[in-house]
């Protein structure tokens, strides 16, 4: 998650001084928000991992990428799958039938466009 300075902070309207305590007081606000982050990252990390585990016996195809799927079966045979270059010619190797048919539909809106 980006941490940006306040959208509503005018920096070109300040000079001298107050510019100097409009960028200090923005870097504050920054800060703040990056140890309110690093206090949760156990928390985090322990409720993340807890929801993995209780959903992996039955979801576990939704949760693991599938390209780090396909890379990992790939490895087997002394390969290794690399999203931009085999997956299109993976996806040119599918019939017609094999496709989604939501996504034959999204693919079809596309290219009328």
């Known amino acids: 998650m980006p941490i940006y300075p306040r959208a509503e902070t005018n920096f070109e ?29 156990d928390e985090t990390i322990k409720t993340k991992t807890e929801q993995v585990e209780s959903n992996w016996g039955t979801e576990r195809e939704r949760l693991v990428p599938g390209e780090l799927a396909l890379d990992l079966v790939m490895q087997k045979f002394g390969l290794r799958f690399h999203k931009d270059h085999d997956g299109p010619r993976l996806a040119g190797l599918m019939r017609d039938e094999e496709i989604d048919p939501g996504l034959k539909a999204l693919i079809v809106d596309l290219g009328t466009l």
């Open 13 to 41: 309207a300040n000079s001298g001084p107050k510019f100097r305590e409009t960028i200090v007081e923005e870097l504050d606000g920054m800060l703040n928000a990056l140890t309110a982050l690093k206090a949760k990252v």
